[in-house]
């Protein structure tokens, strides 16, 4: 295990009613306020009104019609808006798209140059204004952590940025707020959550016994909960226990103590930036055909682990049949949650995964097992058809 400074500023408010608390939270800061939201859920669930309600002494700007892969654009309307009105505090109601997008708004209010400038270079973000977040999908794990993905449909890039001043102030994380998420949203949010699981799970660092525990239960917690979730949208059990391990599976505990480059979530944010799918949906194809390319002699071991501790397939001396056995059940618990499977499900063809691959190997070089353009490409094409393929 690694040395590593552990430091999450944000606090969180867990639990049915704690939006009571948003008064008191936002009289930190001052009263004018910037609302930040997604479409029209939060007004037909009611916490729209509920918030402006809590809030009626405040001053109340709004930005809404954040799009499920945020767009830059969304972020220089949020900046212009909080330098025009002066904003104190920046209000994000909504899923990890709201709050990722929120979260660069912020900063760029404090920066002078384009927001792009943010997403691109990290090193740039020296001040952001305050940021306090209603979730309302378990999914992300952006509320406790500094990470922001914002996607420039313009020159085709999805990117990833964060800095210690983006830590949100607070947020809050009432699991009744998820009840009226759709199926295929809690399925796809699920999926984000396991797919930041594995992305450090898999990884070469020894002697992370804690961690590795830990990443199990979130594992198990999602494997045990989304199918009683999907029958029972209004489950208080299962979502909470769903909403935690979202923030527990990207607030750094797990990935303390190790470091490594991740893979499917780069190769994903290729297809969201070409082709605009829903960014889980895409973790889900990838991952399971991922797994399948990258088992080896040098990773059969960490695997036969997984199908142990997560899937409870006992030992056996052919470590490899246990491996294929995890990975295909992970294909199927996807497959049962009724996500799709293939990337011609998504409308995605073969056109630009040379152009794709090409642009994203050289950040994998890094990653649990290396991987060059025609790795990439490889992968790719397992996606287009039902099932898993072993290389």
């Given at each position: 295990m690694q040395n590593f400074t552990y430091d999450i500023p944000t606090k969180v408010f867990f639990g049915e009613g704690q939006i009571e608390q948003l008064p008191g939270l936002i009289a930190k800061f001052g009263k004018r306020v910037l609302l930040t939201y997604g479409g029209g859920s939060i007004k037909r669930n009611g916490l729209y009104d509920k918030v402006k309600e809590l809030l009626s002494d405040c001053e109340l700007y709004e930005l809404s019609g954040?799009?499920?892969?945020?767009?830059?654009?969304?972020?220089?309307?949020?900046?212009?808006?909080?330098?025009?009105?002066?904003?104190?505090?920046?209000?994000?109601?909504?899923g990890g798209s709201t709050i990722d997008c929120s979260k660069v708004i912020a900063a760029s209010a404090k920066y002078d140059g384009d927001a792009w400038d943010l997403v691109q270079d990290s090193s740039l973000i020296k001040d952001a204004l305050p940021l306090i977040d209603i979730l309302t999908l378990s999914a992300t794990g952006t509320e406790m952590n500094t990470g922001a993905v914002i996607t420039n449909f313009e020159t085709k890039d999805k990117s990833g940025t964060g800095a210690y001043v983006m830590y949100p102030y607070a947020s809050i994380c009432d699991p009744t707020y998820t009840f009226t998420v759709p199926h295929n949203q809690t399925a796809a949010g699920t999926a984000d959550i396991m797919s930041h699981t594995f992305e450090i799970y898999f990884n070469h660092e020894p002697g992370v016994f804690v961690q590795d525990r830990m990443a199990e239960g979130i594992l198990e917690a999602c494997i045990h909960y989304l199918p009683i979730v999907l029958k029972e949208p209004d489950n208080y059990e299962a979502r909470a226990n769903l909403m935690w391990a979202s923030t527990l599976a990207l607030n750094g505990l797990t990935r303390m103590g190790r470091n490594g480059a991740w893979t499917c979530h780069p190769i994903e944010h290729m297809l969201s930036a070409y082709y605009d799918i829903t960014h889980a949906v895409g973790l889900a194809i990838?991952?399971?055909?991922?797994?399948?390319?990258?088992?080896?002699?040098?990773?059969?071991?960490?695997?036969?682990?997984?199908?142990?501790?997560?899937?409870?397939?006992?030992?056996?001396?052919?470590?490899?049949a246990m491996a294929k056995e995890a990975i295909e059940k992970t294909y199927q618990f996807f497959v049962d949650a009724e996500m799709p499977m293939t990337l011609p499900e998504v409308a995605i063809d073969t056109e630009h995964f040379d152009e794709m691959a090409e642009r994203v190997a050289p950040r994998l070089t890094k990653s649990y097992v290396p991987l060059d353009k025609d790795a990439v490409i490889a992968i790719l094409e397992d996606c287009m058809t039902p099932g898993v393929t072993y290389h």
């Amino acid at each position: 295990m690694q040395n590593f400074t552990y430091d999450i500023p944000t606090k969180v408010f867990f639990g049915e009613g704690q939006i009571e608390q948003l008064p008191g939270l936002i009289a930190k800061f001052g009263k004018r306020v910037l609302l930040t939201y997604g479409g029209g859920s939060i007004k037909r669930n009611g916490l729209y009104d509920k918030v402006k309600e809590l809030l009626s002494d405040c001053e109340l700007y709004e930005l809404s019609g954040i799009d499920p892969n945020p767009r830059i654009e969304s972020v220089r309307q949020g900046a212009a808006l909080c330098k025009e009105h002066q904003i104190d505090v920046v209000l994000a109601v909504g899923g990890g798209s709201t709050i990722d997008c929120s979260k660069v708004i912020a900063a760029s209010a404090k920066y002078d140059g384009d927001a792009w400038d943010l997403v691109q270079d990290s090193s740039l973000i020296k001040d952001a204004l305050p940021l306090i977040d209603i979730l309302t999908l378990s999914a992300t794990g952006t509320e406790m952590n500094t990470g922001a993905v914002i996607t420039n449909f313009e020159t085709k890039d999805k990117s990833g940025t964060g800095a210690y001043v983006m830590y949100p102030y607070a947020s809050i994380c009432d699991p009744t707020y998820t009840f009226t998420v759709p199926h295929n949203q809690t399925a796809a949010g699920t999926a984000d959550i396991m797919s930041h699981t594995f992305e450090i799970y898999f990884n070469h660092e020894p002697g992370v016994f804690v961690q590795d525990r830990m990443a199990e239960g979130i594992l198990e917690a999602c494997i045990h909960y989304l199918p009683i979730v999907l029958k029972e949208p209004d489950n208080y059990e299962a979502r909470a226990n769903l909403m935690w391990a979202s923030t527990l599976a990207l607030n750094g505990l797990t990935r303390m103590g190790r470091n490594g480059a991740w893979t499917c979530h780069p190769i994903e944010h290729m297809l969201s930036a070409y082709y605009d799918i829903t960014h889980a949906v895409g973790l889900a194809i990838l991952t399971p055909r991922w797994m399948a390319y990258c088992l080896n002699d040098a990773t059969v071991e960490r695997f036969a682990m997984y199908a142990n501790r997560v899937w409870k397939i006992a030992y056996q001396d052919d470590l490899y049949a246990m491996a294929k056995e995890a990975i295909e059940k992970t294909y199927q618990f996807f497959v049962d949650a009724e996500m799709p499977m293939t990337l011609p499900e998504v409308a995605i063809d073969t056109e630009h995964f040379d152009e794709m691959a090409e642009r994203v190997a050289p950040r994998l070089t890094k990653s649990y097992v290396p991987l060059d353009k025609d790795a990439v490409i490889a992968i790719l094409e397992d996606c287009m058809t039902p099932g898993v393929t072993y290389h």
